[in-house]
């Protein structure tokens, strides 16, 4: 886990006291609210439907119990007792009133935390895969690779102004789970054929309004030259990025109207000026914060009484089939902790949850814990001989739902239960498929499937890349539902494709009940995934499940 | 023929607390949907629009919403934006749901 040094601490220090003292001015009326709001959102605080939102940064989504206590400490004293973790590895408080802002960000920064740049348009928060470091497929931890953008992105005085946000993700595996060809920037850390690690980069992915898939820009960038090349590609787009239209000013716009070669020329011949002002290679700055990420000293030892247990206890068994992932490390498992019981809203954790997955993330998992974009929780470093017990302990505050990658292991957005830009809700119609196909029992039955909604074109939930999306609109005052199919965010990442017209929310559930019910109809044999099923055989017999009128017609 | 008017609130967010608020006939913000001023012309909700806004120092975001009236005379939301933002979030009773004084409107 990073340390703050010195450096970072007084930095952090001295912005909570500048907004501290901005607070106060707009208090006290020297600040109007115009002048006022880019310097809160410059430091997380948006104003939302029914109150103020506090978006905290988790960067690459690594905690440890410490951090997670605090978490949970500003939820009790300053929120509602629960926190929201979203889709970028954060986590939102959702009523925190302005004059303790200063003093929710005091708190963090006891524990090395902050809400800088979770707002606005700069480099936002970097994302990684949240089995970094522990993964059996891993190439490489990509956390000091995140952490050396951490460093080199805060703060940045000529990235301050972009001409929108920039997300940048970072993934060690070839397997992606960190949905790299969705953002601005994502990097995959690679080795090319003569075994030397580098990088490969690609640039102009996103969702919302105009979904893009990333292109790769570089195919092997050595790993000396990261941040001159990225810095290239951040100068390349703050100057030719338009600034007219707020819906053409990603990088993603950028990369399409003028084409991936010429920006890749831009990009290289800006490259070559930039390297000339990076004193150290970036190599060397990535080795020296790899001494924060040293692996933790995993016991060498047999595990032992899990197959009894599980022998014993069917609930354990499924929950280990469902939420357990191949360590690097045989004996030990990568445990995945759903933060999406059935009924509840995704990713939401009451403080007495955070505090007990503290407490176990120091008992069984060497003090790590993750948090996935997916919303959900991770303890990384598990000896498998720990499991019954992990489980239930975990069981003792319902956290043991044995879902994840299932229907009801659904991404939302808060939609317009909290958030002001939201077209429709999304976590009512999570609750409702998770607790409709759980009536149903045939969550194990549908197997693997990403259900992702978001409640506007924004696509916070990622709704393009799920297997099944669903986007909420407002048609006419009426709540819609609009559903895409075949999306994907790994590796091979593909957009989702709209199935036809929208659902209001009474007609969405039965259709999406048509829609599994014909694929577990028409799939080759029980193995075959919806998005395989799909992939094989087109979009044609899930229109007709969902549009049977049309289809008799 | 020109289109009928359809009554309008005003309504902003407290700047402390960010709660949902509402001007009333006396120019003072409330919380209750229910004691808000109903304004049946363009102008009339111009003019209160432009009163409320100048309250910087205590609102943020100052709006006209749509709103149709009720058997009692009061006002309701017409969208269902605006009627989440006279209860509260629909996962949790939080918010103003959990105001008895809304539930009289």
């Known amino acids: 886990m990073y340390l703050y040094n010195e450096f970072d601490d007084k930095f952090v220090r001295a912005r909570v006291n500048q907004f501290r003292g901005q607070v106060e001015k707009r208090l006290d009326g020297s600040l109007t609210e115009d002048e006022f709001k880019p310097l809160r959102l410059m430091n997380g605080l948006y104003l939302q439907l029914h109150a103020y939102m506090l978006r905290v940064a988790i960067p690459y989504g690594t905690l440890d119990s410490a951090k997670m206590r605090q978490l949970a400490f500003i939820a009790d004293k300053w929120d509602k007792g629960y926190g929201h973790f979203t889709t970028r590895q954060n986590i939102q408080y959702n009523w925190p009133k302005l004059k303790d802002v200063p003093e929710i960000l005091d708190a963090l920064a006891d524990v090395g935390m902050h809400a800088i740049q979770t707002s606005g348009n700069c480099i936002r928060n970097v994302t990684s895969d949240h089995f970094a470091g522990a993964a059996a497929d891993e190439i490489e931890d990509p956390r000091p690779t995140s952490e050396l953008l951490r460093q080199w992105s805060t703060d940045h005085p000529e990235f301050q102004f972009l001409p929108r946000k920039f997300k940048i993700a970072v993934t060690g595996s070839p397997n992606d789970r960190a949905v790299t060809k969705a953002h601005d920037i994502g990097i995959r850390m690679i080795r090319n054929d003569a075994g030397e690690a580098g990088y490969e980069i690609i640039v102009g992915g996103g969702l919302g309004r105009s979904p893009f898939v990333g292109k790769v820009v570089r195919e092997f960038l050595p790993r000396e030259d990261l941040l001159p090349y990225l810095e290239a590609i951040l100068q390349v787009y703050n100057l030719s990025g338009r600034r007219d239209n707020k819906y053409k000013a990603r990088i993603k716009i950028l990369v399409h109207e003028t084409g991936i070669e010429e920006i890749k020329v831009a990009v290289e011949k800006n490259f070559l000026t930039q390297k000339k002002y990076f004193q150290a290679p970036s190599d060397a700055l990535v080795s020296a914060i790899e001494d924060y990420f040293i692996p933790p000293k995993l016991i060498d030892e047999d595990v032992k009484g899990l197959e009894e247990a599980m022998l014993k206890n069917p609930a354990l068994r499924s929950f280990v089939d469902t939420n357990i992932e191949e360590h690097r490390v045989p004996e030990y498992a990568i445990v995945s902790i759903s933060l999406k019981p059935i009924g509840g809203t995704p990713g939401d954790a009451t403080s007495e949850q955070m505090r007990l997955i503290a407490d176990l993330a120091e008992k069984y998992s060497h003090d790590e814990i993750r948090i996935s974009h997916e919303q959900n929780l991770i303890l990384p470093h598990v000896h498998k001989s720990d499991i019954p017990a992990l489980y239930d302990e975990l069981k003792t505050l319902g956290l043991a739902t044995a879902n994840i990658g299932l229907v009801s292991d659904i991404i939302a957005c808060p939609g317009m239960d909290y958030c002001a830009l939201a077209t429709a809700r999304s976590i009512p119609i999570a609750q409702e498929i998770s607790t409709r196909f759980n009536e149903l029992k045939l969550e194990h039955e549908i197997g693997k499937i990403k259900i992702k909604i978001s409640g506007c074109i924004n696509a916070c939930g990622h709704h393009h890349v799920g297997h099944i999306g669903i986007l909420g609109l407002d048609k006419a005052g009426i709540e819609n539902y609009q559903i895409t199919l075949g999306g994907d965010g790994t590796q091979n990442m593909t957009i989702g494709e709209r199935a036809g017209p929208g659902f209001s929310a009474e007609e969405l559930m039965p259709a999406l009940e048509r829609l599994i019910a014909a694929y577990l109809d028409i799939r080759e044999n029980d193995d075959e995934t919806f998005l395989n099923t799909y992939r094989r055989l087109g979009q044609a017999p899930f229109k007709a499940a969902l549009y049977p009128e049309t289809a008799d017609a | ?105």
């Open chain 2, 1 to 105: 023929m020109a289109r009928a008017f359809t009554p309008k609130v005003v309504t902003a967010n407290d700047l402390l607390e960010g709660d949902v608020i509402y001007f009333n006939a006396n120019n003072k913000w409330v919380r209750a949907l229910s004691d808000a001023a109903i304004l049946t012309e363009l102008e009339e909700a111009n003019a209160l629009l432009a009163i409320a806004a100048k309250d910087i120092d205590s609102i943020v975001g100052a709006y006209l919403a749509d709103v149709k009236i009720d058997n009692a005379g009061k006002p309701v939301p017409a969208h269902f934006r605006e009627e989440f933002r006279t209860k509260g979030p629909s996962n949790y009773f939080h918010g103003k749901q959990t105001e008895s004084n809304t539930q009289k409107a």
